[in-house]
């Protein structure tokens, strides 16, 4: 767990992208990445205050001929025939999934890097059936909060449950695993004992954890 959030988004792009940043905020993704040598960029965010900044961000780095900044919701505005490649990141599931719920926007992107701030299998699930593999997920953890970043590239995966809700097993992940295997235990402690269903997700969950931790 070597990056921070945003170096480890960053990570995942190759300078070659041709990349959209859905929601970009103050750019720093954009940024990071026209350093890092990619081409075309073009920064999105639904607010004009966001983009603004976003605006003074790029020209104060000298990058306003790389990153060009456009206000939409989503990819409503956006003509994405000449890009390849998705990051949308801080955002919640449910945002994630109205915006990439755009098919025919969606058409031309071949990889998509996506951080969500909750309920990862949902997240998971959606990209799944919407043609896109997992190929690398990054957890990292800053300021006392994990955060999972995945990339993804067009293609078909079958994923387990397992994989759904936790993704790939990865050996130096232990630290997260210990996180997530005390939530569960703490929360199996507070359920109902009539509540059989609830008890039952969380003592799987706590299981396949239990499991992890042993490999
Ligand atoms: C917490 S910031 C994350 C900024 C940056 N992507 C990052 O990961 O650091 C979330 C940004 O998403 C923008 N946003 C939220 N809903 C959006 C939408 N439907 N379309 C475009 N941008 C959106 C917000 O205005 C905000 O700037």
């Given at each position: 767990m070597q990056y921070n959030r945003l170096d480890a988004i960053c990570s995942?792009?190759?300078a070659s992208d041709k990349v959209i940043d859905i929601g970009c905020d103050?750019?720093?993704?954009?940024?990071?990445?026209?350093?890092?040598?990619?081409?075309?960029?073009?920064?999105t965010d639904i607010?004009?205050?966001?983009?603004?900044?976003?605006?003074k961000n790029i020209e104060t780095n000298g990058l306003q001929n790389i990153i060009t900044c456009?206000?939409?919701?989503?990819?409503?505005?956006?003509?994405?025939?000449?890009?390849?490649?998705?990051?949308?990141?801080?955002m919640g599931t449910s945002t994630i999934k109205h915006i990439l719920s755009n098919q025919e926007k969606r058409k031309p992107i071949l990889k998509i890097i996506v951080q969500s701030n909750n309920d990862l299998p949902e997240l998971r699930s959606f990209m799944n059936q919407a043609g896109f593999a997992i190929q690398k997920e990054i957890v990292v953890l800053e300021k006392k909060h994990f955060y999972t970043i995945i990339l993804y590239k067009k293609a078909k995966q079958k994923l387990k449950k397992r994989e759904?809700?936790?993704?790939?097993?990865?050996?130096?992940?232990?630290?997260?695993?210990?996180?997530?295997?005390?939530?569960?235990?703490?929360?199996?402690?507070?359920?109902?004992?009539?509540?059989?269903?609830?008890?039952?997700?969380?003592?799987?969950?706590?299981?396949?954890?239990?499991?992890w931790k042993k490999l």
């Open positions: 995942l792009l190759n103050h750019a720093y993704v954009s940024i990071d990445l026209a350093k890092k040598g990619a081409k075309k960029i073009l920064a607010h004009e205050k966001a983009l603004n900044v976003a605006k456009q206000l939409s919701d989503g990819l409503e505005n956006i003509d994405t025939t000449n890009f390849n490649t998705i990051v949308i990141a801080g759904l809700e936790f993704g790939f097993f990865q050996e130096n992940l232990q630290e997260y695993y210990d996180y997530l295997l005390k939530k569960y235990e703490t929360i199996l402690k507070e359920v109902p004992k009539k509540k059989i269903k609830k008890r039952y997700q969380l003592k799987k969950k706590i299981k396949w954890l239990n499991k």
